[in-house]
């Protein structure tokens, strides 16, 4: 048994493969899985029940298992900044998001270096964080 936060066996297979530039997508509720999926991309459900997980639930146990160097998130088109973003910035201080248009992030996220899609509960709208591994330091 594993002494860490993280303890989802194809979560952690697809980190251990990755690495430097890999990217990590976690969705909400809403994204359309299947379609945007990535060639090289393994695909995990979590979405156990409406709001179950969250994603910020999610990026709390993935910040403890990998380093972030980038974030990007998916923009509306108006409006208001999606208040999750915020969430975000909480729980990735030192990252400045990397904003995108619907369609130019569906095109970020589904692209060869997306190692891994989880899709969570999250009802929120605009929750979706597309992760960039950082280096690990010696």
């Known amino acids: 048994?594993?002494?860490?936060?993280?303890?989802?066996?194809?979560?952690?297979?697809?980190?251990?493969?990755?690495?430097?530039?890999?990217?990590?997508?976690?969705?909400?509720?809403?994204?359309?899985?299947?379609?945007?999926?990535?060639?090289?991309?393994?695909l995990v459900y979590l979405n156990l029940a409406p709001g179950k997980p969250t994603v910020t639930e999610v990026l709390d146990v993935l910040i403890t298992a990998v380093p972030v160097e980038d974030a990007a998130v998916m923009t509306p088109d108006d409006g208001p900044e999606p208040r999750i973003f915020e969430e975000f910035r909480t729980l990735l201080p030192h990252i400045e998001l990397t904003k995108y248009d619907r369609f130019e992030?569906?095109?970020?996220?589904?692209?060869?270096?997306?190692?891994?899609?989880?899709v969570t509960?999250?009802?929120?709208?605009?929750?979706?964080?597309?992760?960039?591994?950082?280096?690990?330091?010696?």
């Open 1 to 42: 048994m594993l002494h860490q936060r993280l303890i989802h066996p194809t979560i952690l297979e697809s980190l251990a493969s990755a690495g430097h530039g890999a990217r990590i997508l976690i969705t909400d509720a809403n994204y359309p899985a299947s379609t945007c999926l990535g060639e090289n991309a393994d």
């Open 105 to 118: 992030f569906y095109e970020e996220a589904s692209g060869p270096d997306t190692c891994l899609q989880i």
């Open 121 to 138: 509960g999250e009802q929120r709208l605009y929750a979706n964080l597309l992760l960039t591994i950082g280096v690990v330091a010696p």
